[in-house]
Every structure is written in C-alpha cells, then in structure tokens.
C-alpha cells in the first residue's frame, strides 16, 4: 500500500469543496486499500515565518487582522489547524517519498500561496515548503491543475533547488524563468495530444534537470463538470493523466510525493471523490502490484 499523510484535523468546513473533501478522499483511499494513513501533527510555524512575510503568518496564525482571510475563506481555527497539519504532511509526504519511491499528502500543495500573502483557496505554499525544508536536495513541482501554479513561481525566484512546471487551462499570469515553465493549454476533451506533449516536455525538462523529488499536484478542476474548469478533461484523460506521470517516475527511479489539488465538484461523496480516487488507483497500479 501506497503510504500517505492524513488525520482529521486536516478536515474543515470550507465554503468550497477544497478542505471538506480531504476526509472522504481520505477514507475512500483507505477503504480502497490504496494507502495507509499516517498523523504527521502540525508544522513547527518557525519554518512558516521563514518561508512567508512573518505578519502574514502571524495573522493567519491568530486570526487577527485583514491577511488572516486571504486565501478567500473565513478564518476559522479548524481552517487554521488544518493547514497546519496538511502543511506538517507535506514535509513528512516528502522525506517518504525521498525514502521509499513514493508517497502521498491526502491535502493541497496551495500552489497560488505567494511570499506575501494566501491567495484563492492557498494558505501557505507547501510545494515551496518542501524545497526549503531540503535545501541540499533538487525539488521538482509537476503541476497538473486547472489553474497556474503563479504562488510557486513566485518562490522559485528565492529557492534556487526549486522548479515549477504547470500545465494549466487557465494562466492568470505567472513568472516564468529559468526554473519556472508555463504552459496554457486550450480545451482537451477532443484531443488529448497536446497534453500528451505538455507532459513528455515536463518529462525531458525532468531527465535534464535530474531532481531528487518530483510532486505532482493531481488537481481535478480540469475535469469537465467542474465549475472552474476550461480545461475539460474526461474523466478517462485524467487518469491517463495520472498513469503517464506515475509510469514516467517509477521508470526513472525518481521519487514523487503527490497530492490532491483543486476539485470543487458537489456533492462532493458523488462527483469529486471518484476523481481524486483514480489518481490513488493509478499510483496503486504502478507501485504496488
Ligand atoms: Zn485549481
């Protein structure tokens, strides 16, 4: 079984589906006999306030003040926690992976999170976390979602050991450089070549940049029925999707942490779970049977 990070206190009530599904991904990833969950506790905020503008991570932190909501929601303390604890399973996720080939945080990497502040549904950026937890180890962010990963390419100007390809369906503009590579794609669902090249693009740039750890943010808001989504993506071409990317890095021998991403499909037992369950399944298939 795929091992993955997981406990409750990830779990809140959100106005979108984005920390309110966590727990039933979870559980159905576990039911499946996917993963096996494990508590990484919550992050040690001293690694918070080095990786953000400290008054931004003391406002989350308290409640207080206009920075405590930037990430759209409400401060609540369980929202709070829980991005504490999916943070905590980022670094946990990735020192696993970096050990074992492979590994899971069922929670988001927050990619919109930028220096300064939260941002759509983004708290604090735990892809960028991860490079500066490992300093000495080369950390490539594969970013699957519907949108940029434009919070990440923001932290790639000040983490020389991190690199951030995102294939998106809708680019709201990100910093694109040496180690930071968007790539917007139109609608997919008639024709899946060209995401089928995005990727073999991200698989040569990974081959020549020869990282240590790879995580895949496995979004599904591309998927058709998502209401943020332009991508339009079937189901089918999703799990393509995941089983290119897992194939590629087990083939490789290069570790890869992944992790859930966008999906804000309603009802989120019905139409959201079977999505982010796939990429379990997928992961499943290539590293453990
Ligand atoms: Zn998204």
């Not at 590579?181 to 024709?191: E, G, Y």
């Not at 990727?199 to 040569?204: D, I, K, R, T, V």
């Not at 332009?230 to 942490?257: A, G, N, W, Y």
């Amino acid at each position: 079984m795929i091992d993955a990070f997981f406990s409750d206190t990830y779990s809140a009530d959100t106005p979108t589906a984005s920390m309110a599904k966590l727990a039933p991904v979870a559980r159905a990833a576990e039911r499946a006999g996917y993963v096996t969950l494990h508590d990484p506790g919550l992050i040690d905020r001293e690694k918070l306030r080095e990786l953000h503008d400290p008054d931004y991570v003391r406002a989350f932190i308290t409640g207080k003040g206009r920075l405590a909501a930037a990430q759209g929601w409400d401060w609540t303390p369980r929202i709070r926690n829980g991005v504490l604890a999916i943070n905590a399973g980022m670094i946990a996720g990735a020192r696993m992976a970096m050990e074992q080939g492979t590994a899971a945080n069922v929670g988001q990497g927050f990619h919109h999170a930028k220096p300064e502040r939260g941002w759509y549904f983004c708290t604090f950026n735990g892809l960028a976390l991860v490079a500066q937890e490992f300093p000495d180890k080369r950390i490539f962010v594969l970013d699957c979602d519907e949108h940029c990963g434009d919070g990440t390419a923001e932290f790639t100007k000040r983490l020389p050991n991190l690199f951030n390809f995102s294939i998106n369906g809708t680019d709201w503009g990100m910093h694109e450089g040496e180690r930071s590579i968007c790539r917007h794609l139109k609608p997919v669902k008639d024709d899946f070549t060209p995401y089928r090249k995005a990727l073999e693009e991200a698989f040569e740039t990974i081959r020549s940049w020869k990282p240590d750890l790879i995580i895949y943010q496995a979004g599904v808001d591309p998927h058709i029925d998502d209401p943020v989504s332009s991508h339009s993506m079937t189901t089918d071409q999703l799990l393509e999707r995941d089983r290119m990317v897992f194939r590629f890095c087990k083939s490789e021998r290069i570790p890869v942490l992944f992790v859930l991403a966008g999906g804000y499909q309603t009802p989120i037992e019905e139409k959201l779970v079977p999505l982010h369950l796939n990429t379990f399944r997928a992961a499943h298939q290539e590293y453990c049977l």
